[in-house]
């Protein structure tokens, strides 16, 4: 069965650092997302992504967040300058086009520890 | 603000009972809902569906109810599994053209031998 993929599954970086969180979509999916879940919380929509623009975005993604498709395959997700409450699993998820399912593919996460 | 919810954060069960999950949303134009299963370490994994001008879906062991009145969806678990412990989370779907998922706080489910 088709999967997203996500790497790294676990990074620990410095408050601060850069980090890029990759995903690999689905191939024959067009819409891509962005959600994160503190611990313990429910899981937040940051960020969709299609046509290689950004469709829409919550109040979390901001001017630290960034996304792009650089390569037509890996959807990435960077952050800037990292804060300790950037701690989260971040969720990859794809989509078909909008004739085909609603339902969100996620990928198993990143886990970004900020210390 | 509007927001999709649940009832109850925890809920055990006997294994082989019916476990009934309950969601409330406050948003009447979402369209299409979603129920999810996340196990411990994993993303989010679909279960089963409906859309808004449905009131009843079923799947394999699994019967997903709105009540569009009282703005409330439910998951119906038939003869419940070890394998079902997890959180299970509603969501529903924006009238977007993203079509961005909006979810609940979740429900865990501990299933008990």
């Known amino acids: 069965e088709p999967e997203v993929t996500q790497t790294p599954s676990h990074q620990v970086t410095q408050m601060g650092q850069e980090v890029i969180l990759r995903c690999v979509p689905i191939?024959?999916?067009?819409?891509f997302y962005w959600y994160r879940q503190i611990l313990g919380q429910k899981v937040e929509f940051l960020v969709s992504?299609?046509?290689?623009?950004?469709?829409?975005k919550s109040e979390i993604f901001d001017d630290q967040f960034s996304v792009e498709r650089p390569d037509g395959s890996n959807f990435t997700l960077k952050i800037r300058s990292t804060k300790l409450e950037d701690s989260a699993m971040y969720f990859c998820?794809?989509?078909?086009?909008?004739?085909?399912?609603?339902?969100?593919?996620f990928g198993a996460g990143s886990r970004l520890t900020v210390l | 603000g509007e927001s999709v919810g649940l009832h109850l954060p925890t809920l055990s069960v006997q294994e082989g009972d019916n476990s009934i999950i309950n969601c409330a949303y406050s948003?009447?134009?979402?369209?299409?809902f979603i129920w999810y299963k996340q196990e411990s370490g994993k993303g989010p994994q679909f279960i089963i569906d409906?859309?808004?001008?449905?009131d009843k879906r079923q799947g394999q062991r699994v019967t997903v109810l709105l009540n569009k009145t009282v703005k409330h969806l439910s998951l119906q678990i038939a003869a419940t599994q070890p394998g079902d412990s997890a959180v299970y989370f509603c969501?529903?779907?924006?009238?977007?053209?993203?079509?961005?998922?909006?979810f609940g706080s979740g429900t865990q489910l501990t299933v008990l031998p």
């Open positions: 969501a529903e779907i924006n009238s977007g053209s993203a079509r961005q998922l909006t």
């Open positions: 409906i859309r808004s001008n449905m």
């Open positions: 998820a794809s989509r078909q086009d909008p004739s085909g399912a609603n339902v969100l593919t």
């Open positions: 191939s024959n999916h067009l819409y």
């Open positions: 948003n009447s134009a979402s369209d299409y």
């Open positions: 992504f299609y046509n290689n623009e950004i469709s829409e």
